[in-house]
């Protein structure tokens, strides 16, 4: 991998197709699942025992799963413990899915991003 990522800077001085095809590569060899699929929705969980200002106790309900569909039209449920929206221009929308921008307090704040 470091030789490979050495050869991508050495020779084609960056290029960023081929540095992003060495991590994937080095990814799948650490067990990473590659899964080319659309989000549909995310699932919550009820926090009983969370308290959050401004909300009522037992009342927060967490990220828990993101469903997505496949290529072939299944659905499949991808469960995490921290979740980082990198979609794009598509960012703000998934936002929206998980409840940022249509909650109270913090979450009443949308992510300021849209497609052109």
């Known amino acids: 991998?470091?030789?490979?990522?050495?050869?991508?800077?050495?020779?084609?001085?960056?290029?960023?197709?081929s540095l992003l095809g060495a991590f994937k590569r080095k990814a799948i060899s650490l067990g990473t699942t590659y899964l080319k699929a659309d989000a549909v929705a995310f699932e919550f969980k009820?926090?009983?025992?969370?308290?959050?200002?401004?909300?009522?106790?037992?009342?927060?309900?967490?990220?828990?799963?993101?469903?997505?569909?496949?290529?072939?039209?299944?659905?499949?449920?991808?469960?995490f413990a921290v979740v980082v929206i990198a979609a794009g221009a598509n960012s703000g929308?998934?936002?929206?899915m998980a409840r940022i921008g249509t909650g109270s307090e913090a979450l009443s704040v949308p992510l300021p991003v849209v497609p052109r």
């Open 46 to 79: 009820n926090m009983q025992d969370v308290m959050v200002d401004g909300m009522s106790n037992g009342t927060y309900e967490s990220l828990d799963r993101l469903l997505v569909k496949t290529e072939d039209g299944e659905i499949q449920a991808i469960k």
């Open 1 to 17: 991998m470091i030789f490979h990522v050495l050869k991508i800077f050495i020779f084609h001085r960056l290029h960023p197709w």
């Open 93 to 96: 929308n998934v936002a929206r």
